[in-house]
């Protein structure tokens, strides 16, 4: 594994063309494109990293993957009356199928539903206290108390995140948020903030590789049943409307962020983080697809093999 | 694995709800809708069934996988300059999307994607020539050289095809049919007429469980690369805008016919067809979709757990 | 007057440029795009001409105001439940409307529309007898006997009319055509055709002048209170996603047609009919708009000042 | 004259179907559906009234024409870079069009381009300026001081306007507002709810009648063009996607407000206000409407007859 990991970023160093970096969120728009990092853990245990694993980045929508798991422990099923399961076949910031289904989003992986997630998980509770149960279970999940929020990320999300507080207003027409939106976007942008490793995000998503217990600590997270239905959202709508791209080329159940990185589980195999700030036209990572696309070529990971 | 299936089967056969039979097509819409079947392939040959699993009915959309399968074949990558590959969102016979993006279909198993599908492998011949050859395939890859098309469905289905040659003239209005529309339409609606039984469904998709290769027979059909990538386009859009609730609930690529069939992969252990033609509000068959959640409970074989 | 046409011709023909002829029927796309004639008919019985004037051109969707006109005889406001009578906002021939609304075109004007209201004035009739009723209708209100079909015109439209024929199929889909897509579309495609020079098609909108009669013959031809209205559909949808723009600038209920003709009423005033083949990118004569324009400026007929 | 507007009156308040009053601004709920008035202001400086035709009201969006005028006014043409002048199609809050047109509002009458003309008129100057400016406005056009606004009104819609807050931001998000997007919205709500009386609002609306001069006053509002564009707009857009009914209808230029005014201008003869606080389906007044169809079948005012 090992040497795979070295080929891969060998390879993808030398590679030219990166994509472009987020330009909508300043402080995202000043990160060194050049980057490259990538992480597996296994299922037993061991972990493997090559390039910058140890450096940290904004996870950005990677979050959503964490919220959604929290809203399912706090309500169960009552999830799925704030948010469908379906693909949108829309970038990550269309309103257009809010509107034609009164102000539902989707999918929790959407911008608009990762915001509806966001205030059922607040439950009449501040920001500030969503926001540390949040990062509690994140440091939970991967096992490292370090994880913190980059306040920097956060108000620059907020100064420009007017496309985020469309959606979000958009909803609360219809009714569908229970908490002001001031309040849920500003806990919405802080979560999209928080700052990990490749090494900690795939320490974080190993519950999900088998079958809800994290097989580092033996703890269970979350029911075998719920981790193979969050695995099944992440290959449905992980990567928005390039989600079928992303399953045709790697074939995982992933989750990207506009900072670059992605998260991707093998039933089973092993969790992997990786990133790299340059983007593709629809805004997921585009050394760390190729990376994985790599990885999964050279280990036969994919779900639709064998 | 008998025994699964009969407590399936046995199950099922008392549930009051079976959905709706579909009514657009006048020659479907006779079909008993008490039945039920199913079979399972593995991978190591043998075969189960259940139900009414020797009873022949309409493949409609399934074979969808077969004629994607022969395009890949014949033309590669180019195919994708034909459809696309992601999700739609949208019901299988929407044009909204067609018109939002010239013509080309979001995936080659939305009705406009499969016509266009269907388009490009005629290559010039005639609509008897292309059915010729899909059956032929058809047969190939089930072994089973009795299969044929329902002449009477075909011809059900052209009567009441209007929202087909919608689609169909649409995109011929974009320059990107190469046949006359009638033509693909008479192939598309005879090609979807194909009547198979459970057993020989299951058969016809044990390539897709093995990396390519038809266990049963030890013929290659397609590269391993191709048979997951058919898979993920199995998964992403087999069914319709009930894809995401199919990937949640059974958690394996699948293929819906609104005939009431349903073809799944579980990669590495077996292909299942199951049958019943009671459909849920989308289209896909009700109790089929059940039968598919109970069998993967009861084998775990979700490609999302291990 | 006539000096008002005189200027107007003679600084128009100075133009460079005079927009594009329309492509998308090979027939028309020969038509010398250098041509210019208008011809205003006054409330008073006199005509004044100027430029080519007396040329036949195909007047394509300026029928669609005889074609409704004829169906309000008929059916009266039954024909409200075949079509609506709001501006789209979408192009002539968008799809997308007709989708989201169950197959009812939102107004007569656009192409959906006048599909539809072409079968409804078919009544069981062949496409033969409902032309030669047109036909007839035109001859009548423009007092002209000789005005006729150009069946090379209507033939050139039927071989590359996929788009009408995917709207016409839309409809059917719908079970809102009674009548087969084919003849619908026959039908439809040779109205289109019809061949006017500016003279006559003046001649053929004095009734809309003179609330509902011919003042020339004295003869009415509706109430005035379906003149006033078959006015304001021209107002609100004669231009397609131009019709704003139109009533911004000229002021005056109109129809265009992609021959490039314009039939404009002045209520009280004048019938108005102007022909350039170039369009502009919406579809609407581009020199015809800024003739009315000059003319409208020059007599102070818009409707929106007095 | 009046005896038209007391038999108009007479007939309506025997109305039983009245409509429903606007329910989401909370303020208007409260509005006693039994009233209705109408004011009728010639051309020769004669005033007519009957019914409530001294109460005050909330204008609502009629004061979009007013903003509209001031913005003309300032910017000129550059006005039409921010918005457009094309009927949208769809409902006056609809957000889809914005999406698919990259932010800029269809035409400056739906609530988007209106909060667009709001902003486009500030030029850097606080609410409060902005407001002063625009209450001077219609209190020079009304030739009444004594207009105001409703603060109570102003606070309620401001605190139900999350759908207005939504296509606020989302135009931010394209980069067309110039300001704040609260100050904006503030704005916004404030000048929609000027109070005015049915007889003040037809005074308001005299300048539109004679060609852009207050023949009250013999004060020049607007060049004579730029009076007959502004009717265009208010017979293409006034009344979101129910303008087409309206112009079928009234056939005069009108605009509409959800507190159940209307402004109507029969150019040439008159500025008539009438006010009924039930709405139509559309959100336009259901007795105001019937009240101007009568009027004009009455008076022969339509601008599609003579």
């Known amino acids: ?10 390879e993808l160093l030398a590679r030219e063309d990166r994509g472009t970096v ?4 300043p402080e995202l728009a000043t990160v060194d494109a050049q980057q490259f990092g990538i992480s597996v853990a296994l299922a037993d245990g061991r972990t493997f990293s090559a390039g910058s694993a140890s450096t940290l980045f904004s996870v950005q929508s990677i979050s959503k993957v964490f919220t959604l798991t929290i809203a399912l422990g706090k309500l169960g099923d009552a999830v799925w009356s704030r948010v469908g399961r379906e ?12 509107e034609h289904e009164n102000g539902k989003p989707r999918n929790p992986f959407i911008n608009a539903g990762a915001i509806a997630i966001v205030d059922a998980i607040m439950m009449g509770h501040q920001p500030r206290e969503t926001l540390a149960e949040i990062l509690q279970f994140v440091r939970f999940i991967a ?3 370090s994880i913190g929020i980059d306040e920097t990320v956060a108000r620059s999300e907020l100064k420009t995140g007017d496309r985020n507080a469309s959606l979000a207003h958009f909803m609360a027409s219809f009714g569908r948020l229970k908490h002001p939106v001031d309040k849920v976007l500003g806990t919405y942008f802080h979560h999209c903030s928080i700052s990990m490793t490749c090494e900690q995000l795939a320490q974080a998503g190993l519950f999900l590789v088998a079958d809800g217990v994290n097989p580092s600590t033996g703890v269970r997270v979350v029911s075998a049943q719920r981790a193979r239905r969050i695995n099944s959202l992440m290959m449905m709508c992980g990567h928005y ?5 992303f399953a045709y080329r790697v074939g995982l159940p ?7 990185g992605i998260l991707a589980i093998a039933p089973g195999k092993g969790s992997i983080a990786v990133w790299s700030p340059g983007l593709d036209h629809i805004g997921n990572s585009k050394l760390g697809t190729e990376a994985l696309e790599m990885l999964v070529h050279k280990t036969g990971w994919s779900v639709f093999g064998h």
């Open 1 to 10: 594994m090992q040497d795979i990991l070295d080929d891969i970023t060998a």
């Open 22 to 25: 987020a330009q909508y969120i």
């Open 87 to 98: 693909p949108s076949g829309d970038p990550f910031n269309s309103i257009v199928q809010l």
């Open 143 to 145: 096992n490292d108390s």
């Open 241 to 245: 409307d390039g989600s079928g791209e």
């Open 254 to 260: 992933g989750k990207s962020g506009v900072g670059g």
